[in-house]
Structure formats: C-alpha cells, structure tokens
T-cell receptor, first 114, second 117 residues
Framework: AQSVTQLGSHVSVSEGALVLLRCNYS??????LFWYVQYPNQGLQLLLKYTTGATLVKGINGFEAEFKKSETSFHLTKPSAHMSDAAEYFC????????????FGAGTILRVKS | DTGVSQDPRHKITKRGQNVTFRCDPI?????LYWYRQTLGQGPEFLTYFQNEAQLEKSRLLSDRFSAERPKGSFSTLEIQRTEQGDSAMYLCASSLVASGTSPYEQYFGPGTRLTVT
C-alpha cells in the first residue's frame, strides 16, 4: 500500500504565483511529516517538519505546510513563487508503522515560469 | 559543521564489477542511514546503523549488498556483481538520537550516482 502520495509529478507556476504541492499519507496513527527539497545533483534539504503541536508549520525559504488529520494531508504552500524555488520536492513520513526510517513520496518537480 | 559527505560523487562501472561507497556523517551523529533513489522516484530505505550496530535492513538490500559501520563513524556500502538495475543515486543520511534532542531530523549527503554499463 502506498504510504505517501504526492499528487502531480510536475507542477508549473508563474513567478509570484501561489505554490501548492499536495501530499497525502496513509497511516492509522498520525506520523511525523516532512517536506524535503532536492536541487539537481544534490542531496535532500529539510524544508519543514511536523511532529506535534501547532498544525501549521513554517519552514525555510517562505514555505509552510498544514497538517490536517481529518484529511490525512500535509500540503506545502508558498504565497509567491521565486525562480530559485524550481526543484523537486519530496513529502516523507516517519512513525511507528514505519520504524526509524523515512518513507518518501515519489516527488513533485516544481517549474517556475518567468 | 561539515555536514554529511559522500565519496565518490559519481561512479561508472561495468556490469559484474564490485563497487564501494563511503559516507561520513555529521561528527556527533550516532545514527546513519542509506537510501537508494532511482529516476523519478523518491528515496527508498536500505539500512540504518545505531553506532556500529546495523539495526534494520530493507528487503531491497539483496545478498549482493553489504553495509558496515565498523567504528560507529563512517560507513561503507558495497555492491557485489553489479547489475544494470543497480544504477541509482545512493544517499546517506545521519541523525542524532540522544536525550533532549529531536530524533526526527535526518541530514542528507549529496549522494553517489552509480551508473552500471
């Protein structure tokens, strides 16, 4: 069963437009949730994480995500896209069902048009 | 803080050859993870160490794959008798698990891209 689903393998937005990258997870117990960004030929950089507490999480580079338990979602948003945001974004979960490892979605490539 | 480093960054090898990759974690980190990432996919877990003990291995880690972390610092991942299906990016990550710290964050290295011809 797919643990993490990222809707849309490619998303294209204009510079200055809203960025919305979708992530849904399947778990009987709310897991810890992460968004990572990967630039070409580089490793993964943590953007933000949700563990407990406030469900709206702010991260680096102006990104934020909201954990919605009822929707089993953790969508990533940014109010205004910048050219430098063009990269691949991965949603990941970690929790009791998965042990100590991260389980990643397939990724969404974000393209920013000038 | 030098971050997680991996060597080599790129490796091209012929099918049937053995290859070995090295990962140096962040110096005080006691957990070290290996992941594999193929084109168009997210990273998939291979194995992880707590200090020198290998605590979990994925079924993806066939008998041709072996990982070690002999002194609880750097780690090596060896692939024997490489196959074309082994072509991928191999990512290493580390984390610190200790009282008072967040055990959730894994810090990734730049990866080793393996091409098997």
């Amino acid at each position: 069963a797919q643990s993490v689903t990222q809707l849309g393998s490619h998303v294209s937005v204009s510079e200055g437009a809203l960025v919305l990258l979708r992530c849904n997870y399947s778990s009987s117990v709310p897991p810890y949730l992460f968004w990572y960004v990967q630039y070409p030929n580089q490793g993964l950089q943590l953007l933000l994480k949700y563990t407990t507490g406030a469900t709206l999480v702010k991260g680096i580079n102006g990104f934020e995500a909201e954990f919605k338990k009822s929707e089993t979602s953790f969508h990533l948003t940014k109010p205004s896209a910048h050219m430098s945001d063009a990269a691949e974004y991965f949603c990941a979960v970690k929790g009791r069902e998965y042990g100590n490892k991260l389980v990643f979605g397939a990724g969404t490539i974000l393209r920013v048009k000038s | 803080d030098t971050g997680v480093s991996q060597d080599p960054r790129h490796k091209i090898t012929k099918r049937g050859q053995n290859v070995t990759f090295r990962c140096d974690p962040i110096s005080e980190h006691n957990r070290l993870y290996w992941y594999r990432q193929t084109l168009g996919q997210g990273p998939e877990f291979l194995t992880y160490f707590q200090n020198e003990a290998q605590l979990e291995k994925s079924r993806l880690l066939s008998d041709r794959f072996s990982a070690e972390r002999p002194k609880g610092s750097f780690s090596t991942l060896e692939i024997q008798r490489t196959e074309q299906g082994d072509s991928a990016m191999y990512l290493c990550a580390s984390s610190l698990v200790a009282s008072g710290t967040s055990p959730y964050e894994q810090y990734f290295g730049p990866g080793t891209r393996l091409t098997v011809t």
